[in-house]
């Protein structure tokens, strides 16, 4: 039984980039793990990805890059202020240049700098680098 869809697709996605993989199939999709995966892409950490319309939950090709050294889910979805973004990404993130934290925002689901320019606080979803 599956417990945490974004958890199962990041955990697949880092095991089919340490095997070395050009492409990977995730399933089940959510609206969720489609917008991390869309922030992944903006970031040039994965490619071009699909969604497969299979009448139940969906599934998702997702081209790899290379370049996604990790990625995990934060649980439970901590909140976030302003002003803790520092401390977060301390934490978590291997150094300043690189990595994001993903948020969920009264604007979106968005990467640290994005909400940190916006001025506003959220709910941590996961990290990548």
């Known amino acids: 039984m ?3 869809v974004l958890a199962d697709c990041l955990k697949t996605l880092v095991n089919a980039e340490k ?16 917008r991390f995966l869309r922030i992944m ?7 071009e990805f699909e969604v497969i319309d299979d009448h139940r939950s969906n599934k998702i090709v997702v081209e790899l890059l290379g370049r996604i ?10 909140d976030i202020q302003l002003q803790d973004y520092e401390k977060w990404s301390n934490n978590i993130l291997p150094s300043r240049q690189f990595g994001f934290l993903v948020l969920t925002t009264t604007y979106g689901i968005m990467d640290h700098e994005e909400a940190k320019s916006r001025k506003t ?6 990290f990548f680098y």
């Open 69 to 78: 050294n990790k990625c995990g889910v934060i649980s439970p979805r901590f």
């Open 121 to 126: 606080g959220g709910k941590i979803l996961g």
């Open 2 to 4: 599956k417990m945490n």
């Open 41 to 47: 892409q903006r970031h040039g950490y994965i490619g």
């Open 19 to 34: 095997k070395g993989l050009k492409q990977v199939l995730i399933r089940p999709s959510s609206r969720v793990v489609i």
